[in-house]
């Protein structure tokens, strides 16, 4: 059983950074491919960032890209997000979740966190 744990979000102003992690108990962490979804009032739950389980092939939503980083280390069972350049757009509850199928894990991963929320001010 995997269990995800977010943390890093906060209020911070447009422009600035945060860097999110997505901790997992149990030692099979390294079995799944990892995602970030946020959510917003008005706009649902959409995918932000996805990675495979050994790191190397990451998939970005397109508001994203250039901007928000995905990585992952195994050894340590956490996932993170970097986003620079926040916008106020960007204000959302963001979660990880995780799937055994790096492609299911974009549309409907097995098992999600509870969220951090991240609120960019302008």
């Known amino acids: 059983q995997v269990t995800l744990v977010e943390s890093g979000g906060g209020l911070v102003q447009a422009g600035g950074n945060l860097r999110l992690a997505c901790k997992s108990s149990?030692?099979?962490?390294?079995?799944?491919?990892v995602a970030w979804f946020r959510e917003s009032p008005g706009k649902g739950r959409e995918f932000v960032a996805s990675?495979?389980?050994?790191?190397?092939?990451?998939r970005y939503d397109d508001s994203v890209k250039g901007r928000f980083t995905i990585s992952r280390d195994n050894a340590a069972n956490s996932a993170y997000l970097q986003m620079n350049k926040l916008e106020p757009q960007d204000t959302a509850l963001y979660y990880c979740?995780?799937?055994?199928?790096?492609?299911?894990?974009?549309?409907?991963?097995?098992?999600w966190g509870q969220g951090t929320l991240v609120t960019v001010s302008s």
């Open positions: 149990g030692n099979i962490f390294s079995a799944y491919a």
């Open positions: 990675i495979n389980k050994s790191g190397g092939i990451t």
């Open positions: 979740a995780v799937d055994i199928d790096p492609i299911l894990v974009r549309t409907k991963p097995e098992r």
